[in-house]
């Protein structure tokens, strides 16, 4: 029987004890309840009073679209020499104007770096190679680390975080500290018995054969615990200064896209989109740049029906056009501007260069419309008039209305 994919807390509905179908629909309606924050009397709306210049800060911080772009040459090198006027905005297609231009150079934009260690969606044996990684990469020199650090270990639905620092011996002691017997957490724990199997390995035999219930609900519980720790961490950045580099090792959660499970009903698709808009808005605000490092392409895996059907790159426009890998971890790098890394050997040097590009780049913002409607979905392009440059940045938004 086909499985509904969810986006619920898991852990709820296995407490009740329902049936399948049941429990899942249940996850949906749960989540939904959940991220809409308590609510309040229907006939005694709470109202905050604000000035004029209040309201017309917040309508600028709401409207205001920041965008930090990285340029490279042929060779790959950022490159340093472009002024305001070499960067063209585009908005829908429309050209906008610039309200902001600057260029920045090693930690004056108080950027800053973290590391995701992903124990819900790696093996175990993937989780130690990622360790002596990242241990490899902080013992690479003496000299402070060129941007502030923090390396979070992902478990549950929470990302927990060592200090951001740029001492490498005392990042390396609290990173050691936090992973002493670290290993794959939850439902993923249970291919470890097989120690020659890779998390590549893993996410194939998934797909070229007949999905069990339990399986597709590990799946299904990866996603939901994966997208609320990413939403989480998003919200936290957009209270703290300067641009955000999250570091994601390892291919990050299931798209969900198995034969096996349902078709999504038209609820399920608008729970999708509003998450979709929530977690992008997020990131946009927070100034989230997501770096995918070692992580194999699961669009390659046979049994996803949707993976090729449907261009999760380029974002959707409405809850009837979602799926769920539009939430999957190479779309959201995609749309931040981010790097997708695929080779799973030398991740050391995979941390060194999405490191490298975050300390040279440009920094620009225009002011957006207001949105007819919730979620109003808007491309965004850059052209800069220097023939040869690689330009990446965010790729689209979701206006505010």
Known sequence: ???RRTTGALSICLALGLPAVQMLAFQARAFQAQSAGPALPADNP????????????RYLAQHRIILNVHVANASGDSYRD???ADFTVYDNDQPRNLVSFRSVEGNAAQAHVILVLDAVNNSTKQIRYFEKEIEKYLAAGKDPLP?????????????????????????????????????????????DHDENLNMSGIMKGIGTRATSSASLACLN?????????????????????????????????????????????????????DQLVEVSTALREGQ???????????????????????????????????????????ALAHQTGGNILTDERDVAGQ???????????????????????????????????????????NTLYYAEQ
């Open 288 to 330: 989230v740049t997501i770096e995918a490092v070692a992580s194999p392409d699961q669009a390659d895996i046979p049994g996803m029906t949707h993976a090729h059907d449907f261009d999760f790159f380029g974002g959707v426009a409405s809850a009837d056009q979602v799926r769920a890998g539009n939430l999957g971890l190479h």
């Open 46 to 57: 709470r109202l905050i009073p604000r000035t004029s210049a209040e309201r017309e800060q």
């Open 1 to 3: 029987m086909p499985m």
């Open 82 to 84: 472009l002024a305001q």
């Open 351 to 393: 941390l060194r260069q999405c490191i490298a590009e975050a300390e040279s780049y440009y920094v620009l913002s225009f002011d957006s419309p207001a949105a007819a409607a919730f979620g109003e979905y808007h491309v965004l392009g850059i052209k800069v008039d220097k023939p040869g440059l690689d330009v990446r940045t």
């Open 147 to 191: 941007l502030a650090m923090s390396i979070g270990v992902f478990v549950d639905a929470h990302i927990t975080f060592t200090p951001s620092l740029r001492d490498r011996d005392a990042l390396l002691t609290e990173f050691r500290g936090r992973t002493a017997n670290l290993h794959a957490y939850g439902c993923n724990s249970i291919p």
């Open 221 to 273: 519980e990866r996603f939901v615990s994966s997208i609320s720790a990413l939403r989480f961490l998003a919200k936290d950045q957009v209270d703290i200064p300067g641009r955000a580099i999250v570091i994601w090792m390892g291919p990050g959660w299931p798209l969900l896209a198995n034969k096996e499970f349902e078709p999504d009903p038209p609820r399920l698709k608008q729970n999708f989109f």
